[in-house]
């Protein structure tokens, strides 16, 4: 089962490498991983995607985490409401045959174009990743020259808040 | 004028990142540094040149971490240790995985070459953030010198506190030989807003334990080295006699409970005797105490204490129910988890028929070996038991011989036993028996090695020559890397591959030429007058046991096999 969990880090030198070590070191296995500032000085927010096969795998997760000096908090936010959202960019090839087609599956995802060239554009998408997916499903049979994606990023919505840390029956 | 500026001067005088490594370490109370020198920690050499601070330096940087390792495991210390940057830092590497695993406090400088040139493959580079990041609690890299005094004063607090472990400092050397123009720096303030270990348990927790406590027929206590490092073994011999609770103990944990004590049913694994692993498959409730479940332990894990209740006391969560599942999860300080549970005064269990039964196992199935006309290391082990009184610190390398010596040596009191547990380090023991020695001047210290790992480390005899260390070198001389060649007996057909060391020097003669006194020992009437005559010397002396090559460890537990399925436990 996937999980998103977030991760609030100090930002020193090598915190980014402690955590993605201790992914590979443990053997979990992530989907994908994005990071970026926050709105607190000198703290980063990563959010991190994960396959485990049970819960205890994401206790484990979290409590190695945790454990982490320069960790400040950790959540597995996949049972909350959350927002959750990734951006890809797609460059397609385009034909004057086919150029009203592609056009027609942006309009739906509400993707936007963001650069036209001769003979290839690329396309702009943000949302949850199954739509993401659905969309490069859709996309692929006209061949994708690029594609880049930065990975989820999430967040609780409303005024529940991250640090309401899943809590395990010792905590 | 001139008086106001004498004063600035006076308050801004300079002093150098070095200067400012050297106070913090005086700062701490260190009281022996093991170091190896090299251009990148050149500042700091010269700084250590004018420092009280007793400095060792070993003959390769594995033997002076391992000698930290064997120091903070008799001291409670934290163990420190300087390499320089590249080779000397990646010659640490071993032991700093070792102290990991263990658990073991050390703070550990590595030289670095100077800031600007970092990444640009300058000579002696080495990354070393990037390649100690998975085997350290925590790692710095000194990026200015005003933050020395703080990340080392953080180092010391981290490696020591908490669950203990390594914490690498990595140090350019420009900031080493560069000056703070500033005053004077006050105490720094430590800025660790993540790290708050939880060293006071939860008390409904704590209360859920004692009740199990009260309605368990069949309770263990299963001790590990998280009672050492909370110096909590008074306390447990309190609960355990209050309770009337069997106590077995993992590799790690010997002598955090009394030997001979009525209620130590002995080491439990792999090696363990039959009575501690029937206990951990027959109880009804087991009570995990600083242990992690580790794999040389437990066995195959479905055959772990299949009808227990698990309770687990760790300082460490994510230890708790890591590999056993864990029904009562205790977050905290063993000492403190005692305390909390000596005062709840829970009715004791009903566990009579339980004792009665743990106590004819251990009546019939002792640990046993057969004698014939060649010295038997189980027969060494108990002559140096004897002729010490059980009150020696034994420190092991990695083999047969420790086992041996975790099965034979039965310790009275905590903090005697040094061995590389969690990563089985071969070229462990002699360094390691350096620093126990130096942790405790007035102790017997025997180094129980193989002649395989011994040989790993050779080279530190010149360290026991230099300070007159008084160590017992026993050798346990089979002629072979006996493990492997137990388990190639046992599992590959008796194919001997690269196990039996077709060359071996005189060790004697080695010993000699280091100035340390030497002797072959044949028989069990040769080790006896020998020992009579040696182990109370105030000198070092090296003994090379000549012991039946054939013998094997037993009981075992083969490998993938429950922790019911000894072979060997009986003659
Ligand atoms: C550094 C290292 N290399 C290899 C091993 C694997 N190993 C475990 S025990 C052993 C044999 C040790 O032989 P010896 O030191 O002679 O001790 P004995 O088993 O004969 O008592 C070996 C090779 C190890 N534990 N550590």
């Known amino acids: ?171 | 004028m001139e008086a106001a500026l004498k004063e600035t001067k006076a308050v801004t005088k300079e002093i150098s990142g070095a200067d400012l490594l050297v106070r913090a370490l005086e700062k701490e109370n260190v009281e022996v540094i093991f170091g190896y020198p090299g251009g990148a920690v050149l500042p700091i050499y010269d700084k250590l040149y004018d420092s009280k601070i007793l400095h060792v330096l070993p003959r390769h940087e594995q033997g002076g971490i391992h000698a930290a390792e064997g120091y903070a495991r008799i001291s409670g210390k934290p163990g420190v240790v300087i390499a320089t940057s590249g080779p000397g830092a990646t010659n640490i590497i071993t032991g700093i995985a070792d102290a990991m695993m263990d658990s073991l406090p050390l703070v550990i400088f590595t030289g670095q070459v100077a800031t600007g040139v970092i990444g640009t493959d300058a000579f002696q580079e080495a990354d070393i953030l990037g390649i100690t990041t998975p085997i350290t609690k925590y790692n710095y890299q000194v990026r200015e010198i005003k933050d020395i005094p703080r990340i080392i004063k953080e180092a010391f607090y981290i490696a020591t506190s908490g669950r203990p472990g390594p914490v690498v400092i990595d140090f350019p050397k420009d900031l080493a030989a560069g000056f703070l123009q500033e005053p004077e720096l006050a105490d720094p303030e430590m800025r660790l807003p993540g790290y708050q270990p939880t060293t006071e348990p939860n008390y409904l927790q704590v209360r859920k334990l004692s009740e199990a406590v009260s309605k368990a027929k069949k309770p263990v206590i299963l001790a590990g080295a998280g009672i050492l490092h909370a110096k909590a073994s008074a306390l447990l011999k309190e609960y355990a006699e209050k309770q009337n609770i069997p106590v077995v103990h993992t590799l790690l944990g010997l002598g955090g409970f009394p030997a001979g004590h009525e209620l130590f049913l002995g080491m439990a694994g792999m090696h363990g005797c039959y009575t501690a692993n029937m206990a951990l498959y027959h109880c009804d409730l087991l009570i995990n105490i600083g242990a992690r479940f580790d794999d040389r332990l437990t066995g195959n894990l479905q055959h772990f204490a299949p009808k227990a209740t698990v309770a687990h006391i760790d300082i460490d969560p994510a230890e708790i129910g890591k590999n056993v599942a864990t029904q009562i999860p205790v977050v905290g300080d063993a000492r403190e988890a005692l305390k909390q549970l000596q005062k709840l005064d829970g009715k004791p269990p009903q566990q009579q028929e339980w004792l009665e039964t743990l106590g004819a196992w251990k009546n019939d199935y002792p640990f046993y070996y057969e004698e014939n006309d060649v010295l038997k290391p189980q027969k060494v082990m108990e002559l140096l038991y004897e002729k010490t009184a059980g009150e020696a610190i034994v420190v092991t390398d990695v083999g047969q011989h420790q086992m041996w010596a975790a099965q034979y040596y039965p310790f009275k009191t905590a903090d005697r036993w040094v061995t590389s547990g969690g990563l089985g380090t071969m070229g462990f023991g002699l360094p390691a028996s350096i620093g126990a020695q130096l942790a405790d001047p007035e102790a017997t210290v025997i180094a129980v090695l193989g002649d395989g790992g011994f040989q790993m480390s050779t080279q530190e005899l010149a360290v026991i020559a230099e300070f007159q260390l008084p160590i017992k070198i026993a050798i346990f001389n089979n002629k072979a890397l006996g493990m492997v060649r137990q388990w190639q007996e046992f599992f590959y057909q008796e194919r001997y591959s690269h196990s039996k060391n077709p060359v071996q020097p005189s060790f004697v003669k080695l010993a000699d030429a280091y100035g340390i006194k030497g002797y072959e020992i044949h028989s069990e009437a040769e080790a006896h007058t020998i020992l009579n005559e040696v182990l109370h010397d105030n000198e070092p002396v090296l003994l090379d046991f000549r012991i039946d090559g054939a013998e094997n460890v037993y009981p075992m537990i083969a490998p993938g096999k429950g922790i019911h399925e000894m072979v060997g436990v009986r003659k």
Do not use: W
């Not at chain 1, 100090?10 to 994005?34: D, H, Q």
């Open chain 1, 1 to 171: 089962m996937k999980r998103i969990i977030t991760i609030t880090v100090l930002n020193r030198p090598g915190v980014l490498n402690r955590i993605t070590n201790l992914f590979t070191k443990r053997n979990y296995n992530i989907e994908s991983i994005s990071v970026g500032l926050t709105e607190l000085e000198g703290v980063s927010r990563m959010t991190c995607v994960v396959h485990v096969e049970n819960d205890g795998m994401v206790e484990q997760i979290t409590k190695q985490l945790n454990k982490q000096i320069d960790v400040l908090k950790v959540a597995d936010i996949s049972d909350q409401a959350i927002v959750a959202r990734e951006l890809a960019l797609v460059k397609v090839p385009v034909l004057p045959q086919n150029r009203a087609e592609i056009y027609s599956l942006i309009e739906p995802f509400r993707a936007s174009v963001i650069d036209v060239s001769k003979d290839s554009i690329i396309i702009q998408l943000t949302g949850e990743t199954e739509k993401i997916e659905a969309f490069i499903e859709l996309i692929k049979p006209y061949g994708i020259r690029e594609l880049a994606r930065t990975g989820t990023t999430a967040f609780p919505r409303g005024n529940q808040r991250t640090s309401q840390q899943k809590t395990y029956s010792f905590v």
